[in-house]
């Protein structure tokens, strides 16, 4: 069998990317390049949908007396939008930790810049007084609001009659004779 020019190689490399691609996910021929003696590389745009700058690329060894498909792969270019390194959950868990331990310390540092400053601050005893205030009527709101349903209510519920719907009826029939 003769060699084949590039135009052939490039067919076949195209013949390959088709193959492994799925439907129509094979674009243009981007480039071609030789990467060793009789080993060609050939770059074809992926034309599928999240893969925008990424290429297929088919590496093709071709001598005398054949041609064969070393390789098939989607590689992502410089543009390519790709994962952001793994980080094990070990180093994950510590930053996380640290954070809060920094945190922590901040907090503690600012609710002491806070206490000094209240205890000057004869207006913040009259703000407290307020809202114990204001804690005690939301506290009787509430219970005015929880207490017992009245009897009337009750008995408005018996009222209402009409019959229960079919898939209950159904429902309530099986267990009955379940028993």
């Known amino acids: 069998m003769p060699k084949l020019n590039e135009s052939q190689l490039r067919d076949r490399a195209r013949l390959a990317a088709v193959e ?3 439907k129509n996910g094979v674009g243009d021929f981007l480039t071609q390049i030789e990467e060793d003696e009789n080993v060609y590389t050939f770059l074809f ?13 088919v590496s093709l060894f071709a001598n005398d007396e054949d041609t064969s498909v070393s390789e098939v792969n989607l590689m992502p ?9 793994w980080v094990p959950w070990s180093e994950r868990l510590a930053d996380y930790k640290a954070l809060q331990v920094e945190l922590e310390a901040q907090a ?8 000094t400053a209240d205890e000057d601050d004869e207006d913040s005893e009259e703000a407290t007084e307020s809202e114990a205030d204001e804690a005690a009527e939301a506290a009787e709101d509430l219970a005015a609001t ?9 008995q408005n519920a018996d009222d209402t009659g009409g019959r229960i719907p079919r898939f209950l009826r159904r429902r309530l029939g099986r267990l009955k004779h379940k028993k």
């Open 77 to 85: 270019g410089e543009d390519s939008l790709i994962a952001p390194n």
């Open 108 to 115: 503690a540092l600012e609710a002491e810049e806070n206490g």
């Open 20 to 22: 492994a691609a799925p």
């Open 146 to 154: 929880l207490t017992d349903v009245s009897p009337d209510a009750e």
């Open 45 to 57: 745009a992926a034309k599928m949908k999240g893969y925008v700058g990424w290429t297929w690329s």
